[in-house]
């Protein structure tokens, strides 16, 4: 989508106005934004399993 922005600013137009380039850089976003959604959702297994992460503390300034 930033690709289609850039030329549209080159060619003084829309992005809209390359529709093959536009609609790959839609369903580009949309499988990214659905990848991003899975990965982030935590299971119920984590969302109620307790923490193991230990906190480290450095005074080392």
């Known amino acids: 989508m930033k690709v ?3 030329l549209a600013k080159i060619h003084d137009t829309v992005r809209t106005s390359f529709p093959d380039l536009y609609d790959e850089a839609l369903r580009d976003q949309a499988q990214r934004s659905e990848l991003r959604g899975t990965a982030r959702a935590p299971t ?3 969302a109620s399993a307790p ?3 230990k906190s480290y503390s450095s005074s080392h300034i």
Do not use: K
Request: proline share 0%; hydrophobic share 55%; no cysteine.
């Open 44 to 46: 119920m297994a984590e």
């Open 51 to 53: 923490s193991r992460a």
């Open 4 to 6: 289609l922005e850039v």
